[in-house]
């Protein structure tokens, strides 16, 4: 009926006809449970109907796979790409794309006219959308949702999250009618084990067929006997050689820092995981994979493969990953060493998963897994139609508890929390195409705005906690039956002016017995005034009241919740207009930088509406300021390079040196982003994203004039995966000089020659 040779799950049915009936679906299911099918339901769909889908992902890298995939399954002249960097057939009926280029269309810059980007679209597929909780690049995905026309079907595929329905209700608010298919069921189940140092020949149960903590593993032990324990034995080679005793691998290893990944890797070369034929299978995909990608053949990780085990993080050459990963998906590779970014959808099928610890060192310092965190990773375990059951160990170590462990595997996924954020594009794009009015609109469309109730509950709960409490103090019962706070008010002034004339009296009296007077006229006078207002203050029953002082603090803490009130009423109302005001504040510093006038982009603005990065105002700023504009390609890409690099790497060093002319290019810029900070602090925009990072500067000036690999590699300790990323991020913003309006053509000429110096192999390969 469906067009698949396998019988479908409930879910998947009811998404299909969801998606025949002409709704936008919302599909939240476990890892591995088969949401894809869901997609390529759509695509049948789409080329049956002589209709076009997009296909969007979250990382290039799986845009890339999804590409290879559709173009094997549906023929090459069906299936396009587009990423920051590659076109291919973008007009094609499938095409897949990062979120960040469909937003981008959506936008209608860069990629021309929106209703041409758009022609024929019917669906398109927001794969892994629960990467709107990503604290960088959340936005993207409310963005896209937000200006999706209407009559295109939305396919969102996410893992599970604790707040489906609300987002599904977003989506049928802001977009189409939305239906949600939900399911925590997995096709395969998982078993999840605990490596407790204590007994390091097995693997124990975490937990009791009840779902209750094992007895039987106990916390580990901080101090010298643990660390010697470390020194004595390898967990990673204990917990491998019983995954493989045990017919547990493949497996992938997740561990959270790119060198322990390189170190266990070469402690689990040691174990004998892989037989004869699969070693000569691995030499020879691994020999033809060479022939075309000669660049890999000095890979120091080469000699590891040929022991079944393998690393896989950011620092690594892209081309050497894919490399890894057709092993893996051919179960060649019985171990792959990953940081948890392979938890991210790329396909890596696995019977087993590891993981090394329950929490990670951050930027704020360390801090537990979030409950999604855990799932996505633990969720890669179990292959469908392999696998009966896939296995999750987790290894004990002194920083967690097992009741730790149990609370992340018996707990559920974490809510999707918005990450929407107005920046000077999204300002100069929505006002090039809007009324301020109906950007107001769109503004208030996004899911923060949406789930604003659930953002401001706890506002909401200390505000009625601290009323309650007012009200206690309001309604204290007074022993004289005084309805209202007048009488102790009165008696309070009383008591001061009494003591404030009796103090000043006596004053009087000791300077006129100085002046050897015994009756001075003030000193009468001051004692009388003491003397009335003690009658007043005594009349008063306050005076004898045992519950004055208690009533007094009330009054005062009375005082004190009433200005907490207040404050915390100012701040619920910034709360709810936190978006808009923050588009404002973006707004009058585009305004007072001469980006916009009359609430429509100026000629300036228009060339930053097409700049994309974190920092586009910044970058607008330098580009047209023409301190660029004399640079030869190796000055031009070194500057570019310095202003696009996060990744301050204090701790690296490079002996190769920055060039005088660079220096000088990157001391005006300096100048340009101090008067940009004081602006922005002006109006309350408080952003670290302009960037002046010369430590790859050297680097890429080196590689443009035809430097050598090996040795450009040699002059730092950074991983080649880094430096391949830094480039391609220096290349990305130099192709958008090549396009933008308004820049001296000069300097686009000298970016396009910069751009054909970077882009050669291992920078050009993907």
Request: aromatic share 10%.
């Amino acid at each position: 009926m469906y067009g698949f040779d396998f019988e479908l799950d409930d879910f998947q049915k009811e998404a299909l006809n969801h998606i025949e009936n002409g709704k936008s679906v919302v599909v939240c299911a476990p890892t591995g449970a088969g949401k894809t099918c869901i997609a390529e339901f759509a695509i049948q769909m789409a080329l049956k109907n002589e209709e076009r889908i997009f296909y969007t992902t979250p990382l290039k890298a799986l845009s890339n796979q999804k590409f290879g995939d559709f173009s094997e399954k549906y023929g090459a002249d069906k299936v396009g790409l587009l990423t920051g960097d590659t076109s291919i057939n973008r007009d094609a009926q499938i095409v897949v794309m990062t979120t960040e280029v469909f937003r981008n269309m959506l936008y209608g810059t860069t990629f021309g006219d929106v209703k041409h980007s758009l022609n024929n679209v019917k669906y398109v597929v927001l794969d892994e959308v629960h990467y709107m909780n990503d604290e960088q690049r959340g936005t993207v995905w409310e963005e896209s949702i937000i200006y999706c026309p209407t009559d295109i079907q939305i396919i969102a595929l996410s893992a599970t999250v604790a707040n489906s329905e609300q987002l599904t209700e977003w989506i049928n608010t802001v977009h189409s009618k939305t239906e949600l298919v939900y399911t925590d069921f997995r096709p395969v189940p998982l078993r999840y084990f605990y490596y407790d140092s204590n007994t390091p020949n097995t693997i124990l149960p975490l937990l009791t067929p009840e779902g209750r903590l094992n007895k039987r593993i106990k916390p580990e032990r901080r101090g010298k006997d643990f660390r010697k324990k470390l020194q004595n034995r390898s967990a990673v080679k204990d917990v491998i050689n019983i995954l493989n005793e045990k017919d547990m691998l493949p497996a992938i290893y997740f561990t959270f820092s790119r060198k322990k990944c390189d170190e266990q890797m070469e402690k689990a070369s040691e174990l004998d995981l892989i037989t004869y034929d699969e070693r000569k299978q691995i030499e020879k995909i691994t020999e033809e994979y060479l022939c075309e990608n000669e660049h890999l053949r000095s890979n120091k990780h080469l000699e590891y493969l040929y022991s079944g085990v393998a690393s896989h993080h950011a620092g690594l050459l892209p081309g050497w990953k894919v490399l890894v990963e057709k092993l893996f998906q051919k179960g060649l590779i019985k171990v792959v060493f990953s940081t948890e970014t392979l938890a991210a959808g790329i396909n890596m099928p696995a019977r087993s998963t590891v993981i090394s610890a329950v929490s990670k060192r951050t930027d704020s310092g360390h801090r537990m897994l979030t409950g999604s965190e855990f799932l996505q990773m633990s969720g890669r375990a179990g292959r469908r139609g392999m696998d009966k059951i896939g296995y999750v160990t987790v290894i004990g170590t002194p920083f967690q508890s097992p009741d730790e462990v149990a609370r992340l595997v018996l707990g559920g996924a974490n809510p999707l929390e918005s990450r929407f954020t107005p920046c000077y594009s999204m300002v100069l794009n929505l006002l090039q195409r809007f009324s301020l009015e109906e950007t107001k609109e769109l503004i208030l469309k996004s899911f923060g705005y949406y789930s604003s109730t659930d953002r401001l509950t706890p506002f909401y709960l200390k505000k009625d906690e601290m009323e309650q409490t007012l009200k206690e103090f309001d309604n204290f019962k007074c022993p004289y039956k005084n309805t209202d706070k007048s009488a102790i008010f009165d008696f309070i002034k009383y008591k001061n002016q009494y003591v404030e004339y009796r103090k000043i009296a006596k004053t009087l009296k000791k300077q006129a017995k100085q002046r050897g007077q015994k009756d001075a006229a003030e000193v009468t006078e001051y004692h009388n005034k003491a003397s009335e207002f003690y009658k007043q203050m005594t009349s008063l029953p306050c005076d004898n009241c045992h519950f004055y002082k208690k009533h007094l603090k009330n009054l005062e803490l009375s005082e004190k919740y009433e200005k907490k009130i207040k404050e915390l009423n100012k701040q619920i109302e910034k709360e709810k207009d936190i978006y808009w005001n923050n588009f404002l504040s973006h707004k009058k510093v585009l305004e007072k930088t001469g980006y916009l006038k009359d609430n429509y982009p100026t000629e300036k603005g228009k060339t930053t509406a097409g700049v994309r990065a974190e920092n586009e105002l910044f970058l607008s700023e330098i580009f047209l300021s023409g301190i660029l504009d004399n640079l030869n390609e190796s000055q031009l890409a070194s500057v570019i390079c310095a202003i696009t690099t996060e990744d301050l790497r204090a701790d690296l060093f490079t002996h190769l040196p920055v060039e005088k002319e660079v220096r000088k290019t990157l001391n005006k810029i300096k100048d340009i982003k101090r008067k940009i900070s004081f602006i922005e602090k002006e109006e309350e925009i408080f952003k670290d994203n302009m960037y002046i990072n010369s430590f790859y500067s050297p680097l890429i000036e080196y590689w443009i004039n035809k430097g050598e690999w090996e040795t450009l590699v040699d002059q730092i300790e950074t991983g080649e995966g880094d430096v391949v990323r830094i480039f391609k991020r220096t290349v990305d913003v130099l192709r958008q000089i090549t396009i933008l309006p308004n820049l001296n053509p000069t300097l686009q000429e000298t970016a396009k020659l910069a751009i054909k110096a970077i882009l050669r192999t291992p920078i050009d390969i993907d």
